[in-house]
């Protein structure tokens, strides 16, 4: 830990994991990430099934809250959510602008709108080894997820 580290132990610099889901479906794309806390500056980089990517964004202990810039090679993804004992949960959405899409093929637009946003949950990354009652909690925390995602939208 550097010694300009975040020190509140709900942002622990270091290997985070997590996972993201899309908003049509409760499927869970995992995420292996290396994420730093310091003087309410995010950064770090990670993998998922989509690519290698960068984080950049804020955090507020005040009201304990986060936005980050996901950076992937060919796109960016915004990132925003609540910190607490359990991590990281929150929701995601692609900035870019579809309206042409939107206009020119309505129907594929609303078909293809379920893939632009979402929510997330991402957690620092613990040694012990994961069981069948932790996977369960994953699917548990997927549907919450979904419900939190709902209603924020």
Same mark, same amino acid.
């Given at each position: 830990?550097?010694?300009?580290?975040?020190?509140?132990?709900?942002?622990?610099?270091?290997?985070? %994991?997590?996972?993201?889901?899309?908003?049509?479906? !409760?499927?869970?794309?995992?995420?292996?990430? /290396?994420?730093? +806390?310091? $003087?309410?500056?995010?950064?770090?980089?990670?993998?998922?099934?989509?690519?290698? &990517?960068?984080? $950049?964004?804020?955090? *507020?202990? =005040?009201? &304990?809250?986060?936005?980050?810039?996901?950076?992937? !090679?060919?796109?960016?993804? $915004?990132?925003?959510?609540?910190? *607490? %004992?359990?991590?990281?949960?929150?929701? #995601?959405? $692609?900035? %870019?602008?579809?309206?042409?899409?939107?206009?020119?093929?309505? /129907?594929? &637009?609303?078909?293809?709108?379920? #893939?632009?946003?979402?929510? +997330?949950?991402?957690?620092?990354?613990?040694?012990?080894?994961?069981?069948? =009652?932790?996977?369960? %909690? /994953?699917?548990?925390?997927?549907?919450?997820?979904?419900?939190?995602?709902?209603?924020?939208?």
């Amino acid at each position: 830990m550097a010694s300009n580290d975040e020190t509140h132990h709900f942002l622990p610099s270091g290997e985070w %994991e997590g996972f993201y889901c899309y908003s049509s479906t !409760p499927q869970q794309h995992k995420m292996s990430i /290396e994420l730093r +806390f310091s $003087n309410s500056v995010i950064s770090g980089s990670g993998i998922d099934d989509v690519d290698s &990517f960068i984080w $950049n964004g804020s955090y *507020d202990l =005040e009201h &304990f809250k986060i936005k980050m810039i996901k950076k992937y !090679p060919t796109h960016i993804i $915004n990132y925003q959510g609540d910190v *607490d %004992e359990n991590g990281i949960w929150g929701v #995601w959405d $692609n900035p %870019e602008d579809f309206s042409d899409l939107a206009k020119s093929e309505p /129907e594929i &637009f609303k078909k293809f709108k379920a #893939w632009t946003h979402g929510g +997330f949950h991402i957690w620092p990354k613990t040694s012990k080894s994961e069981s069948k =009652e932790e996977s369960s %909690e /994953e699917i548990k925390e997927s549907k919450k997820l979904k419900e939190f995602y709902i209603q924020k939208v």
